[in-house]
């Protein structure tokens, strides 16, 4: 078989692309990696080609080895283009080089595919919709819905939602659907016709299997074997595996879903009053509970209407048991997984853990939630993805059980990896040996950007943009021509600079605002379109890909630390703390660093784009902490000479060629 080298070049000129220094320099540390059964955390820039750089050397390690590599994103929108796009032209350039044909399969959630028992009517309607047995065509815009899933339904080979073109709304899918709790598993009567049962039984033929965090979260976490046995992981986006796992393992309650439960129960049971009284009782408690964090135990009134809620569920789950070699009944599974759940999720809050976290917030449309969540996942990170046996071979003890390769265009916080190694359980005495390494970028950033900190406004405050802060604003748009993205720290701030800018510039600069379309509406006219600007929050901070002139002003409002009555957030502070770290650069600091790493990189996604980043929080020259967040950033020219800057983008904005057409502007990193 070819070494990695000659591999990497033919599946480069097989995506059309141009070989990068970095990107061989990763190629070859990923195998390099997985010959050594070596941890290995791997920065590269936008740019880099660095799914291709792990892609490659996985291939070869899946096919050398007989066992399949597993590749886990955060996000749809890179499950996509690896799948859909990178996948069947590395496949195709490699075919006469390996050893066999290249093969690998998308594996995703139970909800992602239809269900061919419910489809034959094997389970009731859901929430009191229409049932798929007695839909026709005249039944309004949902019932022409499902009757187009019943016809895709007897043509899909894969059953796989994304695959249904255009798509349908959650309440349609519902119809086709059931979750992982609803499932029956094998004693379901039509278990050889199930599309999850035969993605996951292809995934065991496969090189490579596709998947996203949560999913490999649930297989490492709860032992439920929905991946099959294998010896690598690679994680992309790792930088966002600790809030994916954090969101999986985190568990919260409502009046409603216990309602919702209840109505499920109903006409299988002889009462469901228990539940319902249980469902008044902890609606009172809630409502005199106060938003934030529970931090001094359990009060006696919770615990008491936890206890009721857990005895009320017992005695639905007791008469709603099927008996013994009873056949499979869909109502009576569906209520079932909801008062499992209700269970689940009160024992956990009753237990008290050391680790848990609980939390009191109001929602417009739920109402009062009660969740519960570990402060840290590193210990379990460590545990079950860096250190759960993947395999049953003989010899593995004393080695990793499977090498994971973790990478990301923002790994390196402040110069280093030990931020984020410490997060996922790399770091301290018993943690598994790794190693870093920082690829670069293609891009000559000093020469295409400017980084550029307005010093001389004042700190931000609590009373929204200061009128400094909106002048300076209006300043740089303006010399900037448009072409502006505006990252902000809260909704609040967007709509205030929003509103702001929009009377200062009328009809001369566009602004759109996140929440007034789809994100991907706004973004593709901001694309298209480059006098206009884009306000929003954490979605385009981290999800936004408009290279050329449409984009060549980001504005940052303040520093991205997390609220001050983030319940995480702080317990997780706090508990750094007594152990004698320091709190505030350990969580706030990092968290703030990640962010602006991330924001900042929205510049530069091409080798010929130009422009600016402006911070509009002097703490970034002022504060003690600011050189940890200055080096966690891509390493732009720096200055605080406004005259300059605003020089800058005058000129940028006249030599500004015609916008890029981006036929998908969210898919990237």
């Not at 999720?345 to 109402?367: P, Q």
């Amino acid at each position: 078989m070819p070494n990695v080298d000659d591999l990497l070049r033919l599946a480069v000129a097989g995506v059309g692309g141009t070989e990068r220094p970095g990107q061989v320099e990763m190629a070859r540390a990923v195998d390099e990696a997985l010959r050594a059964e070596e941890h290995l955390l791997v920065q590269a820039g936008t740019g880099t080609g660095k799914s291709l750089a792990y892609l490659v050397p996985a291939l070869v390690h899946a096919q050398r080895s007989g066992r399949p590599a597993v590749i886990a994103t955060a996000t749809l929108a890179l499950q996509a283009q690896i799948v859909d796009r990178d996948l069947p032209r590395l496949a195709e350039a490699l075919r006469s080089e390996l050893r066999r044909e290249p093969s690998y399969v998308l594996v995703k959630g139970r909800r992602n595919y239809l269900c061919a028992h419910k489809l034959a009517g094997g389970f009731p309607d859901d929430d009191g919709l229409i049932e798929v047995g007695e839909v026709d065509s005249e039944a309004g815009w949902l019932g022409k819905e499902i009757v187009r899933l019943r016809e895709w339904a007897d043509e899909t080979e894969s059953g796989d939602r994304d695959e249904l073109v255009p798509g349908v709304s959650g309440r349609a899918w519902r119809q086709v659907s059931v979750s992982a709790q609803e499932c029956f598993g094998s004693r379901c009567p039509m278990v050889s016709e199930c599309f999850v049962e035969r993605a996951r039984e292809a995934a065991k033929d496969a090189d490579l299997i596709v998947t996203n965090h949560s999913f490999m979260a649930i297989d490492a976490f709860e032992g439920r074997a929905l991946l099959p046995p294998h010896d690598v992981l690679v994680i992309d986006e790792a930088h966002e595996l600790v809030d994916r796992v954090t969101s999986t393992i985190t568990d919260e309650l409502t009046v409603g879903a216990i309602q919702g439960a209840a109505k499920r129960s109903r006409s299988l049971a002889g009462s469901t009053e228990a539940l319902d009284d249980a469902a008044a009782s902890l609606e009172t408690v809630l409502a005199g509970a106060p938003e934030g964090r529970l931090t001094t135990g359990l009060p006696d009134a919770l615990v008491l209407a936890l206890q009721q809620l857990r005895e009320a569920v017992r005695g639905l789950q007791s008469e709603l048991k099927p008996e013994k070699g009873a056949e499979p009944d869909g109502s009576r599974q569906v209520a079932l997984a909801a008062l499992d759940e209700l269970d689940d999720t009160a024992a956990r809050i009753l237990d008290e853990r050391e680790l848990d976290v609980l939390w009191v917030s109001r929602d417009e449309r739920r109402g009062t939630v009660l969740r519960v969540a570990p402060m840290s996942v590193a210990m379990l990170v460590r545990d079950h993805i860096f250190g759960e046996p993947a395999s049953d071979d003989p010899d593995a003890e004393g080695r990793p059980s499977r090498t994971v390769v973790m990478t990301s265009a923002t790994l390196e916080l402040g110069g280093t990896f030990d931020a984020v190694a410490g997060t996922v359980g790399l770091r301290g005495p018993e943690a598994p040996a790794w190693r870093g390494l920082d690829v670069g970028s293609p891009f000559d950033y000093p020469a295409q950007a400017i980084a550029y900190v307005a010093r001389h406004l004042p700190p931000p405050g609590r009373d929204g943009l200061a009128p400094e802060t909106l002048d300076e604003m209006e300043a740089l748009i303006r010399a900037a021509g448009g072409r502006t993205l505006g990252l902000f720290s809260s909704m609040r701030a967007a709509r205030q600079a929003s509103e702001e800018m929009r009377e200062r510039f009328g009809d001369e600069f566009p602004i759109l605002c996140q929440g007034e379309d789809q994100v991907t509406t706004l973004v593709r006219q901001f694309a298209r379109e480059p006098q206009t600007c884009l306000f929003g929050t954490l979605t385009l901070w981290q999800g936004v890909d408009v290279p050329g002139s449409s984009c060549q002003l980001v504005l940052i409002d303040r520093v991205p630390f997390p609220r001050p009555d983030d319940p995480l957030a702080s317990a997780r502070s706090q508990a750094i703390a007594r152990r004698g770290g320091n709190g505030f650069m350990a969580v706030s600091a990092t968290h703030a660093a990640l962010r602006l790493a991330q924001g900042a990189g929205r510049l530069i996604r091409r080798a010929d784009d130009r422009g600016v980043v402006a911070f509009l929080d002097s703490r970034m020259m002022t504060a003690r902490y600011a050189p940890f967040l200055q080096r966690s950033l891509p390493p732009f020219w720096p200055t605080v000479d406004r005259e300059l800057v605003l020089g800058a983008l005058r000129r940028l904005d006249e030599e500004a060629p015609p916008p890029v057409v981006v036929a998908d502007p969210l898919p990237r990193r």
